[in-house]
């Protein structure tokens, strides 16, 4: 693990010195294009996702109609372009682009300029220079982080107290690649110009107009996404990390479902509520994630990421029953039949030796809006959640780990049969980190319905109250390391200030029944 890290000839300095001296040279370079307000603005950061070994999404938004330029290197000095692509920016994305770069070579570190073509003019905007780094072809170290819950509850952009300082932290830790698990905007929730503090100090936010109100247009929809781009460290992390992205609740409002969320605007011809469908659209518009061809706007995906692991990124927002876990007929549904079947036939498909499944709400904690109802043996949504853990089972899947942020406090949970009410599965660890920048919460109550076991966990106390403000320092991401050699995954469960709160080694389990994979096809 030392000597990949090690084997990155530049340092987050080392970038961002450079990106910036990017942007003199290329003045210098086109006098005759130095007239800043003739030439096409790169509007916010810039974005890479859902990387593999030999592809991945570039992002950015440009300040009026361009056409978006990608050039790609193995050399920070761009002498050698293995790659480019183009595509435009127009007024109906709100000026984004997002292109799929291909044919990329394998676990490799790859440098990536952005600039903008004027559509009327074209004349170019300065560059903008971002990395990231494929998937490895062969059995090499990986390391990534995880977390979700980003502005919420109020707390936004405090310049005075670092802005979004976990993202600072997050590069700092150099990782491969970043899974949000959801939450990148709360687009239920204003941020106002102040909010008092339990200490008696003010926290002072950034505020845009975008932000004063609760979303409901498509503009205020993606003006929450632009309002993340405001800050430093956020648009710095981006531009160096890779994000494999999925959504939650508060990117459409709270506690939200596809058939009890709606406002006064009504229903799409299809049934989707338009606020639904306003909230996706701008959440596609906004992350490097890649469409899904069979399925315009599907969010549940998986990401091969060389032979070590297969990431399945999940969505359990968008098939769900109703808002609330509960009803009288015992039934219950948080995937939906069409995604089980999909996640049944992939993880039975993977040859890596990891498979990490990334979710959007944890299974065993009690909360109407996720799984867990309460001790006792499988109700309503549960028993999705035991089908699929038993076919795991028939199949001899193993190494399977759950990841999660959503609950706004950091927790190791390990699933033990021996000590549930359903037992027709094997042992696994779930893990939950968050939030990033958002109120902070205090431990909530797991059931025994899959018998988890709280590890280690760690939120608000009951004297600090729940919704405590992130510049208390209850902000929380995890860390994965994969070994190359032996396989080993290290969980580390860490917060703002880069502490190591906790950390636990996984040694990975030989598959019991390969041949089983024709079974699920």
Known sequence: MATLRASRAWTRRQFLVRSASSLAIASLAT????????????????????????????????????????????????????????????????????????????????????????????????????????????RQSISFLWSGDTAGQGWGIDVSRGGYRSYRTMLDNNPDFFIHCGDHIYADCTIPSEQKLPNGETWRNLVTEEKSEVAHTLAQFRGNYKYNHLDEHFRAFHAEVPMFAQWDDHEVTNDWSPIGTHDET?????????????ARRAFFDFMPIRNISAQHGRVYRKIAYGPLLDVFMIDMRSYRDESWNK????????????????????????????????ADLPIGLISLDAVALGDGPPDRREHEIADLLASIKRAGIRNIVWLTADMHYTAAHYYDPNKAQ??????????????????????????????????YQHGCS?????????????????????????????????????????????????????????QHS
């Open 31 to 138: 006098p005759h294009l130095s007239r800043a307000a003739d030439r096409p603005q790169i509007a916010a950061g810039i974005q890479s996702g859902d990387v593999s070994g030999g592809s991945a999404v570039i992002w950015a938004r440009a300040d009026r109609p361009a056409r978006m330029q990608v050039e790609c290197s193995a050399v920070e000095s761009f002498k050698t372009i293995i790659a480019s692509a183009s595509g435009d920016a127009l007024p109906d994305a709100d000026l984004t682009s997002k292109l799929l770069l291909a044919d990329l070579p394998p676990g490799q570190d790859i440098f990536y300029r952005v600039r903008f073509a004027d559509i009327a003019s074209g004349l170019l905007s300065e560059g903008r220079i971002g990395h990231f780094r494929t998937a490895p072809a062969v």
């Open 266 to 278: 009504g229903y799409e011809d299809d049934g989707t509520p338009r606020l639904v469908a306003r």
């Open 327 to 358: 009803g009288d007929d015992r039934r219950g549904w948080i995937l939906g039949a069409e995604q089980l079947a999909w996640l049944k036939r992939e993880l039975a498909a993977s040859r890596a030796t990891w498979k990490v499944i990334a």
């Open 422 to 455: 359903f037992q027709d599965f094997e042992p696994f660890w779930e893990f939950v980190s968050g939030p990033l920048h958002a109120g902070s919460w205090s431990p909530g109550e797991l059931d025994d319905t899959f018998g988890p076991v709280a590890m």
């Open 462 to 518: 009951a004297a600090q109250g729940d919704n405590l403000a992130p510049c208390f320092g209850l902000q929380f991401f995890g860390k994965v390391d994969i070994d190359g050699p032996t396989g080993v995954m290290t969980v580390t469960l860490k917060d703002v200030d880069d502490r190591d709160l906790w950390s636990v080694d996984i040694v990975p389990q030989p598959q019991v029944h390969p041949s089983l994979v024709a």
